[in-house]
């Protein structure tokens, strides 16, 4: 059978029944600019498998990798210290059982394992209940603000989004409202020292369903949740707060405690390497109970067997694999099981004390980094309080800055201009971002490239 035995006659047939004229109809959501017109230029039409696999290892050695350089990336993707024995444990017979646990009799490992990941998140968040994971943090950002929607029950249809707001987990958000009644209301980071709290809640009104903010936020600041929180249910909004970082969340407060409804995130930092960008783990929790039952994706229980015993099952599961499709909470997200066992197996054995502790060697040497980079010239810190990522001016465009330093081998943060294209009042703004992975002869070596380049 060929790998795609499909007639002529098949295809228009197929065509027919979903009333597409041709092919190239069931890709007109692409943008027309983002589709080959033929051939990738330069790329030969067929090689040998001997003459790709050559091809391809020439081309590796041009890469600069992560653990070769000066490495201060970040802006959602952070390089963290994964144990060994995260590996190992992960790879253990107890949890190779059902990677899909439909059926709880013989996926015990799996339930048990996300059930304690469950508890590790809603403490980590300051929420009372977790799901058990989603894809990534930007899919379940939107899959927040869908939340928010079924809670207003349409009632109410505003989403504002902080400016400070990764600009692709908006994106997402813009994205998938395309097929909903929510209207966006965004707007531009502002580069200031103190993030404008006072400007989002301005944008807060009556019709507003749900506020989105990032903490700390894209450009490294700790917006007040508590204060923003007040003012968005004082006008019945929910309060999404958006976590990148969740190394972050054992120096700082948590966003639930300070009154966020609803705390989604990214759990890559924890367990789960770069990977050059994925798979990746996305969090997701409430804060109040009541809305456990519009929560999606699934939720893992404790319960006891006809025997007693201690057994695990799929309490919630409001997807529409499970349920009719009218039904369901949601029809694209799923959870990041291998991932979501990593990053349990990894916070278990930092434990609450050495989550604080790494936090605060992050914090420490992003202080030595931020006060290194200050004597620069050419160079201004531009936040007033951060944990481990910080925003710095260059005296010059920062993308163009940032690719003069690799090629000497430092890797010196992420540009505004490549997060937020076109807005030029951010073209000299550079995120620079200092893990526990970082030395400081790193530090040093970022300070120095920086004082060649600027000079």
Request: charged share 20%; hydrophobic share 45%.
């Amino acid at each position: 059978m060929r790998y795609l035995p499909l007639t002529d006659t098949d295809r228009s047939a197929m065509l027919a029944k979903i009333g597409a004229s041709d092919i190239d109809a069931l890709f007109v959501d692409v943008p027309e600019e983002a589709q080959l017109s033929g051939p990738i230029e330069g790329l030969p039409m067929h090689a040998s498998e001997m003459a790709v696999e050559k091809h391809m290892r020439r081309l590796s050695k041009k890469n600069l990798a992560a653990a070769d350089a000066a490495f201060f990336l970040g802006a959602g993707a952070y390089k963290h210290h994964v144990p060994a024995s995260v590996d190992h444990i992960i790879q253990r017979g107890e949890f190779l059982t059902a990677y899909t646990p439909y059926q709880p009799e013989i996926a015990q490992g799996t339930l048990q394992m996300l059930f304690e990941f469950q508890t590790q998140v809603a403490r980590l968040y300051g929420c009372a209940v977790a799901n058990a994971s989603m894809y990534d943090g930007s899919t379940a950002c939107w899959e927040a603000v869908a939340m928010a929607s079924r809670i207003a029950r349409g009632k109410k249809r505003k989403v504002v989004l902080s400016g400070a707001l990764h600009p692709h987990y908006a994106e997402v958000v813009r994205t998938m409202a395309k097929f909903t009644d929510d209207e966006i209301a965004g707007a531009p980071p502002s580069l200031t020292a103190k993030p404008d709290d006072d400007g989002l809640i301005a944008r807060i009104d009556g019709d507003t369903s749900c506020v989105v903010l990032q903490y700390p936020d894209i450009l490294g600041r700790l917006p007040d949740i508590a204060k923003i929180a007040e003012a968005a249910h004082e006008q019945g909004a929910l309060v999404i707060a958006v976590n990148t970082e969740p190394v972050a969340l054992g120096a700082v407060k948590s966003p639930g405690e300070m009154g966020a409804d609803i705390v989604i995130g990214e759990g890559q930092s924890i367990g789960v390497g770069l990977q050059f960008g994925g798979p990746y783990l996305g969090l997701f929790a409430v804060r109040d109970e009541k809305h456990v039952r519009m929560m999606p994706g699934r939720l893992c229980g404790e319960t006891v067997d006809a025997e007693g015993k201690r057994g695990f099952v799929l309490t919630l599961s409001t997807r529409e694999q499970h349920i009719r499709r009218e039904k369901a909470t949601s029809n694209i997200c799923t959870n990041s099981g291998l991932c979501a066992l990593a990053f349990s197996v990894h916070m278990t054995l930092l434990g609450e004390k050495g989550l604080r502790q790494l936090a605060m060697e992050n914090h420490r040497l992003a202080c030595i980094a931020a006060d290194r980079l200050a004597k620069v010239p050419g160079v201004e810190v531009l936040n007033e309080a951060f944990f481990n990522e910080f925003t710095v001016l260059l005296d010059g465009d920062a993308r163009q800055i940032v690719r003069k330093l690799t090629k000497q081998d430092v890797l010196a943060g992420v540009s505004l201009g490549r997060l937020f294209p076109g807005n030029d009042a951010l073209a000299n703004g550079l995120l620079v971002a200092v893990t526990e992975t970082t030395t400081e002869e790193d530090i040093e070596i970022l300070a120095s490239a920086l004082e060649e380049v600027l000079a």
